[in-house]
C-alpha cells in the first residue's frame, strides 16, 4: 500500500509565528507539487495545547514506493534541486523526529478541519488493529480516520502507531476519546492530541 513519512517539526527560536508559518507552508506545498511520488496528506498543528511535542506533524504518502524511497530523496537533496523548496522551510523549522510507517488503511488527504490523534504501542497483528479501528469508525459516522499508520520496524518515534480522525467539532470527542481507556489489546493508547490544520492552530 506504499509508504508513509511523517515529519514532526517544530519552530525554531525566535522565529515569529507569522514567518514560520509562512515559510514551512512554502517548502511543503512546494515539494507536494513538484514531486508527484509524494503527496502531503496531512500538514497539522497541536491546537489548545493538548497533545505531545513535537507541536507540528506533515503526513508523506509515497503509494507507489517503500523504503527505496528514500534512495531518491537521498540523490534529489544531494543534487541541491530541492534547495529553493527547502531552504525557506529549514530556515524557520526543526525537524525533530521523523518516522517511516506502513499505512492499514489508504491515508486520505485532508485540507482543513479539526483532528484527534491517538499515538499508540500495537499489542496485536496489522489484521486486529485495523479491524478494531474500522469497527470504532463504523460507530461514529460523523468522524473520518483520515491515517491509521504503524511504524516499520524501530524506524520512528515511540509509540510507534498512529491513528488521525478528522472530527466534527471538539464537543464530540466525548463520543470517542474515553473508548481506548483500558483497552490493551490489539492497542494500547499511550498519548491522544487535537490538531487543527497547519496555520490554523490555537497556541
Given at each position: 500500500?506504499?509508504l508513509?513519512?511523517?515529519?514532526?517539526?517544530?519552530?525554531?527560536?525566535?522565529?515569529?509565528?507569522?514567518?514560520?508559518?509562512?515559510?514551512?507552508?512554502?517548502?511543503?506545498?512546494?515539494?507536494?507539487?513538484?514531486?508527484?511520488?509524494?503527496?502531503?496528506?496531512?500538514?497539522?498543528?497541536?491546537?489548545?495545547?493538548?497533545?505531545?511535542?513535537?507541536?507540528?506533524?506533515?503526513?508523506?504518502?509515497?503509494?507507489?514506493?517503500?523504503?527505496?524511497r528514500?534512495?531518491?530523496?537521498?540523490?534529489?537533496f544531494?543534487?541541491?534541486?530541492a534547495?529553493?523548496?527547502?531552504?525557506?522551510?529549514?530556515?524557520?523549522?526543526?525537524?525533530d523526529?521523523?518516522?517511516?510507517?506502513?499505512?492499514?488503511v489508504?491515508?486520505?488527504?485532508?485540507?482543513?478541519?479539526?483532528?484527534?490523534?491517538?499515538?499508540?504501542?500495537?499489542?496485536?497483528?496489522?489484521?486486529?488493529?485495523?479491524?478494531?479501528?474500522?469497527?470504532?469508525?463504523?460507530?461514529?459516522?460523523?468522524?473520518?480516520?483520515?491515517?491509521?499508520?504503524?511504524r516499520?520496524?524501530k524506524?520512528?518515534?515511540?509509540?510507534?502507531?498512529?491513528?488521525?480522525?478528522?472530527i466534527?467539532?471538539?464537543?464530540?470527542?466525548?463520543?470517542?476519546?474515553?473508548e481506548?481507556?483500558?483497552?490493551?489489546?490489539?492497542?494500547?493508547?499511550?498519548?491522544?492530541?487535537?490538531?487543527?490544520?497547519?496555520?490554523?492552530?490555537?497556541?
Amino acid at each position: 500500500m506504499g509508504l508513509v513519512y511523517i515529519e514532526y517539526f517544530s519552530r525554531r527560536p525566535g522565529v515569529g509565528l507569522e514567518e514560520f508559518r509562512a515559510a514551512a507552508a512554502q517548502g511543503q506545498e512546494g515539494w507536494d507539487a513538484a514531486y508527484g511520488e509524494d503527496q502531503l496528506v496531512l500538514s497539522l498543528g497541536r491546537t489548545w495545547r493538548l497533545g505531545p511535542e513535537p507541536e507540528y506533524l506533515a503526513v508523506w504518502y509515497s503509494p507507489k514506493a517503500g523504503l527505496e524511497r528514500l534512495d531518491a530523496w537521498d540523490r534529489i537533496f544531494r543534487s541541491g534541486a530541492a534547495d529553493r523548496m527547502e531552504q525557506p522551510f529549514f530556515r524557520v523549522a526543526r525537524i525533530d523526529a521523523a518516522g517511516c510507517y506502513e499505512p492499514l488503511v489508504e491515508p486520505m488527504r485532508r485540507r482543513d478541519g479539526t483532528y484527534y490523534a491517538e499515538f499508540f504501542c500495537a499489542r496485536g497483528d496489522r489484521e486486529a488493529i485495523r479491524a478494531f479501528y474500522l469497527e470504532r469508525a463504523s460507530r461514529h459516522p460523523g468522524f473520518t480516520l483520515a491515517l491509521l499508520v504503524l511504524r516499520l520496524g524501530k524506524l520512528g518515534p515511540d509509540p510507534g502507531g498512529l491513528a488521525v480522525w478528522a472530527i466534527p467539532d471538539f464537543a464530540s470527542l466525548e463520543q470517542i476519546a474515553r473508548e481506548p481507556e483500558g483497552v490493551q489489546q490489539p492497542v494500547e493508547l499511550v498519548m491522544a492530541g487535537t490538531y487543527a490544520e497547519f496555520g490554523r492552530e490555537i497556541l
